[in-house]
């Protein structure tokens, strides 16, 4: 019989802020087969977990994602305190679990920055 894969989108979004850390811990917790996430770059070249082209509608700030820089990102509250997390970041909340975890690259051009990131938390 086929098994069906139990996949935490935006992390446990239903249980936490979506694309933060709590959100991806409370999946892995919650016992999904892969977490996915959204993936931006800040204006200064970092990639980011975030669904939207603005922060507003997921944290209290205000702006283009890819026109704030990471430090200013690091200010907005996410929800529950969490904030923004870099696809580093998140690569290496994953990595200690059996968890798979899938990106959704949401810009054209991220790609090669994506795959250097993985392979620089490898």
């Known amino acids: 019989m086929p098994r069906v894969l ?10 936490a ?3 933060t850390l709590a959100a991806i811990e409370t999946g892995i917790r919650l016992g999904v087969d892969f977490v996915e996430i959204d993936v931006r770059r800040t204006a200064d070249g970092v990639l980011v977990a975030l669904h939207d082209a ?5 944290t209290d700030g205000r702006g283009r994602v890819d026109a704030v820089s990471l430090r200013q990102l690091r200010a907005f509250n996410a929800g529950n305190g969490e904030r ?12 200690a679990s059996r968890v798979g ?3 959704e690259l949401k810009v054209t051009g991220t ?3 994506a795959v250097d990131t993985v392979r620089a938390v490898e």
Request: hydrophobic share 40%; net charge positive.
């Open 6 to 15: 139990r996949i935490g989108h935006r992390g446990a979004a239903g249980h």
């Open 17 to 19: 802020p979506e694309n």
């Open 54 to 58: 603005s922060v507003r509608r997921t």
């Open 84 to 95: 923004i997390p870099t696809v580093e970041e998140v690569l290496k909340s994953v990595a």
């Open 101 to 103: 975890l899938m990106l």
């Open 111 to 113: 790609a090669p920055l």
